[in-house]
Structures are given as structure tokens and as C-alpha cells.
T-cell receptor
């Protein structure tokens, strides 16, 4: 069965430091992958997505993610974190390989930013 | 402005009561979804609808019901059969697809927090 794993429940970084949030998926074929961000008490906002093509994907707010098939990973990165990046981040994979638009979400990583 | 609205922001349910959560979108999206979010569990799919007058169960549909009478609206009813309804409920929608592949980005509303009295 398809699944998404976010190994880090909680991460704290200093403002201005670099960030990498991990995401691993299990799926036999090329997956459709997403990263969403959620501020407290709010809905989810799409940061970026990977459907095909270039494995390094650029998103909003200075985020990028790299799809690595050999490692079944789709890690999210940002070179310099801002205090406003404090939020919860969710990785998701589309199940069914395009036959349906249903998403499987990871359990999320909560990011805290120290001044 | 186009978007997805959910109401109310907070909802309280008494024992044995059915409550309905509203989800409206003016994005002209065909597909709509309901998710439940619990701490530490990510989002789980309750129901989804790809077209008006049609909907399918997701992974945790027991104790919930939906309707899709209009393209813009996808209300969720939490019935008395749902024994643990306290959660954050998120509605989402996605635009029409092409090429026979149902793959499109989902856009989320701001959520409704349901609490049991």
C-alpha cells in the first residue's frame, strides 16, 4: 500500500539557518508528490508539487524540494529560514497513480524558529 | 476573490446530535473533498465528490454523510453514529482535469473545529 513517512515530528531551527524537512514515500511507479504548509488553526497552502520532469522543484516562499527516486524521498529545503516559516508541514502523495485524485498525507513536521 | 469558505469556524455538538459543516467554493472546481485532521495523524479522507450528484467514501466515512446537489457546495454532516467527532475538519477542491488523468492540485479551506460538549 502507498504511504508517506515524515520521520521528524518536530524540528527547531534558528532564524537565518538552512532547513531540510524529510519525506519518504512508498509507491511502485513515479509518484505525484506535494508539500503543503499549515499555520495554526488554518487550512493548508500548497508550497510545491512534483508531477514529472526536473527533479528539483521550486515553490513559493523560497522553498524547493528534490525528488530522488533511488531514495524514495522528496525532501523540502529552504536556504535561510524566516520567523514566519514557523508552521506545520505536510508531505503528500497521490494514490492510484492518476486514476483518482486522492491524496495520502504524512503525519506532518512541526517547525519552530528560534530568534 | 475566488476561494473556499468553511463555516462555522467553531462548532459544538451535544451527545446524540447531528451537525452539518458547510463548504462552499467559487473556483468552478469539479471535485471536492472532506478531510479530518487529528493531532499527530495528518489528514484522513472522509468523502470526496468528483462531480455533482455523485460522491464516494474515503478512508473513514463511518458516522459521516455528504451531499453534492450543487457544484459550489459540499456539506458534511457528522451524525450521532460518529462516536469521536472532536477534530479539525478541512474541505478541499480541485479543478477540472484533462487527458483522462484525474490529477490536480487540491486547494484547502480554512477549516472548522468541531468540539463535543
Amino acid at each position: 500500500a502507498q504511504s508517506v513517512t515524515q520521520p521528524d515530528i518536530h524540528i527547531t531551527v534558528s532564524e537565518g539557518a538552512s532547513l531540510e524537512l524529510r519525506c519518504n514515500y512508498s509507491y511502485g511507479a513515479t509518484p505525484y508528490l506535494f508539500w503543503y504548509v499549515q499555520s495554526p488553526g488554518q487550512g493548508l497552502q500548497l508550497l510545491l508539487k512534483y508531477f514529472s520532469g526536473d527533479t528539483l522543484v521550486q515553490g513559493i516562499k523560497g522553498f524547493e524540494a528534490e525528488f530522488k527516486r533511488s531514495q524514495s524521498s522528496f525532501n523540502l529545503r529552504k536556504p535561510s529560514v524566516h520567523w514566519s516559516d514557523a508552521a506545520e508541514y505536510f508531505c503528500a502523495v497521490l494514490r492510484g497513480g492518476g486514476a483518482t485524485n486522492k491524496l495520502i498525507f504524512g503525519t506532518g513536521t512541526l517547525l519552530a524558529v528560534q530568534p | 476573490d475566488g476561494g473556499i469558505t468553511q463555516s462555522p469556524k467553531y462548532l459544538f455538538r451535544k451527545e446524540g446530535q447531528n451537525v452539518t459543516l458547510s463548504c462552499e467554493q467559487n473556483l468552478n472546481h469539479d471535485a471536492m473533498y472532506w478531510y479530518r485532521q487529528d493531532p499527530g495523524q495528518g489528514l484522513r479522507l472522509i468523502y470526496y465528490s468528483q462531480i455533482v450528484n455523485d460522491f464516494q467514501k474515503g478512508d473513514i466515512a463511518e458516522g459521516y454523510s455528504v451531499s453534492r446537489e450543487k457544484k459550489e457546495s459540499f456539506p458534511l454532516t457528522v451524525t450521532s453514529a460518529q462516536k469521536n467527532p472532536t477534530a479539525f475538519y478541512l474541505c478541499a477542491s480541485s479543478p477540472p482535469t484533462s487527458g483522462g488523468i484525474f490529477v490536480e492540485t487540491q486547494y484547502f479551506g480554512p477549516g472548522t473545529r468541531l468540539l463535543v460538549l
